[in-house]
């Protein structure tokens, strides 16, 4: 894919710069590679540099207001200080290296309802700075992602909606100061104990940190409430494990626990096993990243918390500049955007440069 800019900061006959990604499509944790070509104007120009930005957008909640916003929360240099002479034309090779938190935006192959992601081009000549269009990135669920949210298509979970919220989730580690909500409707055997689930990947080289949102339906005499269960499951053991039965073991011990809950980090019955194979890359999954199908203590090992502040939103977590800085068939229906890949980049121009 490619957008071009013709760098309104320097008027007519200024410096046009392409960026063209190899491959749109990425996974968390992977390279993300391409060229930014540049073709001088009517004129030598200084540039003071050429950066890369990954762009999304997230809710914002806390203080009295809740909104959306878009920031970049990946930037990569591509140059520093150099001069592009008059019709001089040079390509600029990247790698982007995704972040292993990078939220998923493709399930199935189609754009995940709520989800939108991008690259722009930020070019800077003479004090002047000029950003690009945007241009869609795919990111794809990495092995152990794909399986769990394929086992809760086959316990009959509907996709809601997805989406990122700016903030930190109490007691696990994050590199990005936002977090990917999947939200699902319940099937009916849930339906009457449970309003939606929210599922939440935070991925880290070795392992993945699963963070389940339930909220939970009242009744007549009582009120409904959030409960949440953490688990934490290995890259190897993908696909070596039956995750529609460990995702199901999940939610029942939700939905048979009303009480107050164990803190997090109390192993549940019937984990902290390894399972047959692991330790093992998996086949068919590109080229493993460092670290990848590495052995994890106590795979599996899960708790539960009741509703308080284990989501923190907004004005917990740490600030909007930071991070500037810084199977298939019918079941997959209901994650499709419903909506051509084009329309991304067109509400990405609505956005605030």
């Known amino acids: 894919m490619v957008f071009k800019k013709l760098l309104g900061a320097l008027g007519v006959g200024g410096p046009s710069v392409d960026t063209v990604l190899s491959n749109p499509s990425t996974y968390p944790g992977a390279p993300l590679t391409g060229n930014v070509n540049l073709v001088g104007g009517t004129q030598d120009a200084d540039i003071e540099h050429i950066t890369l930005g990954l762009v999304t957008r997230m809710e914002v909640e806390g203080g009295g207001s809740d909104y959306s916003t878009v920031a970049d929360f990946l930037r990569v240099p591509v140059t520093g200080p150099m001069r592009l002479h008059t019709g001089q034309q040079l390509s600029i090779p990247f790698r982007?290296?995704?972040?292993?938190?990078?939220?998923?935006?493709?399930?199935?192959?189609?754009?995940?309802?709520?989800?939108?992601?991008?690259?722009?081009?930020?070019?800077?000549?003479?004090?002047?700075?000029?950003?690009?269009?945007?241009?869609?990135?795919?990111?794809?669920?990495?092995?152990?992602?794909?399986r769990i949210l394929d086992a809760f298509s086959q316990l009959g979970f509907r996709f809601k909606s997805a989406d990122l919220e700016y903030g930190q989730i109490y007691g696990v580690h994050q590199t990005l100061p936002f977090y990917q909500e999947i939200e699902y409707f319940p099937p009916q055997q849930y339906a009457h104990a449970i309003n939606e689930v929210e599922l939440t990947f935070v991925t880290s080289p070795h392992q993945v940190e699963v963070v389940l949102e339930f909220d939970k339906r009242g009744g007549l005499f009582t009120q409904g409430h959030d409960t949440y269960g953490r688990y934490t499951v290995s890259h190897a053991d993908a696909d070596t494990t039956d995750w529609r039965q460990v995702v199901d073991g999940w939610v029942r011990q939700s939905v048979d626990r009303r009480k107050s809950m164990p803190g997090f980090g109390q192993p549940q019955p019937g984990y902290g096993h390894p399972q047959p194979g692991y330790g093992h890359p998996q086949p068919g999954y590109g080229h493993p990243q460092p670290g990848y199908g590495h052995p994890q203590p106590g795979y599996g090992h899960g708790g539960h918390g009741h509703h308080g502040h284990y989501r923190q939103h907004g004005h917990h977590g740490s600030g909007m500049g930071g991070m500037a800085m810084g199977i298939a068939g019918g079941l997959a229906a209901g994650y499709l955007a419903g909506e051509a890949i084009d329309e991304i980049g067109d509400a990405f121009e609505d956005f605030g440069e």
């Open 96 to 146: 982007i290296d995704m972040p292993w938190e990078t939220p998923i935006t493709t399930v199935y192959g189609q754009t995940l309802r709520g989800m939108v992601m991008g690259v722009r081009t930020e070019l800077a000549i003479a004090r002047a700075v000029d950003k690009g269009d945007l241009d869609a990135v795919h990111v794809h669920p990495l092995p152990i992602h794909q």
